[in-house]
């Protein structure tokens, strides 16, 4: 078991399925990696798992090696075909992904104020 600094916290629980990771603390250059090996580990041990939920309402700071650590999870999740999940973002989180274009990547739609496509520029 991989020893975490005080800064981050993981508790993860699954089935062979489904797999939730809840994040307590800091997602910085400090402690991101350690979610990227959980992740990791979590994606190997379960082979038909479909579905990764990050609870990430206790993410307290995240920055950009956090972000590029989401963004490399969000990859390893696809590669397997595993849906990923940023459950109960905080608005820290949430303005973030905004600001970066990188909300739609993980969620699917486009930020709640972003303007619709102009007719036909779909």
Same mark, same amino acid.
């Given at each position: 078991?991989?020893?975490?600094?005080?800064?981050?916290?993981?508790?993860?629980?699954?089935?062979?399925?489904?797999?939730?990771?809840?994040?307590?603390?800091?997602?910085?250059?400090?402690?991101?990696?350690?979610?990227?090996?959980?992740v990791?580990?979590?994606?190997?041990?379960?082979?038909?798992?479909?579905?990764?939920?990050?609870?990430?309402?206790?993410?307290?700071?995240?920055?950009s090696m956090?972000?590029?650590? !989401?963004?490399?999870v *969000?990859?390893?999740?696809?590669? %397997? #075909?595993?849906?990923?999940?940023?459950? =109960?973002?905080? @608005?820290?989180?949430?303005r973030? !992904?905004?600001?970066? *274009?990188?909300?739609?990547?993980? %969620? #699917?739609?486009?930020?709640?104020?972003? =303007?619709?496509? @102009?007719d036909?520029?779909?």
């Amino acid at each position: 078991m991989t020893t975490l600094p005080p800064a981050l916290r993981l508790a993860t629980a699954g089935t062979a399925d489904t797999v939730r990771i809840e994040i307590t603390g800091d997602l910085d250059y400090d402690n991101a990696e350690y979610l990227l090996a959980e992740v990791t580990e979590q994606l190997a041990a379960r082979p038909g798992l479909q579905d990764m939920h990050l609870h990430c309402a206790g993410v307290a700071n995240v920055d950009s090696m956090g972000l590029s650590i !989401l963004l490399m999870v *969000g990859r390893r999740t696809a590669e %397997t #075909g595993t849906r990923l999940h940023l459950d =109960d973002r905080p @608005p820290n989180l949430e303005r973030l !992904l905004d600001l970066t *274009g990188t909300l739609e990547y993980f %969620t #699917g739609a486009a930020a709640p104020d972003a =303007d619709p496509a @102009p007719d036909g520029a779909r």
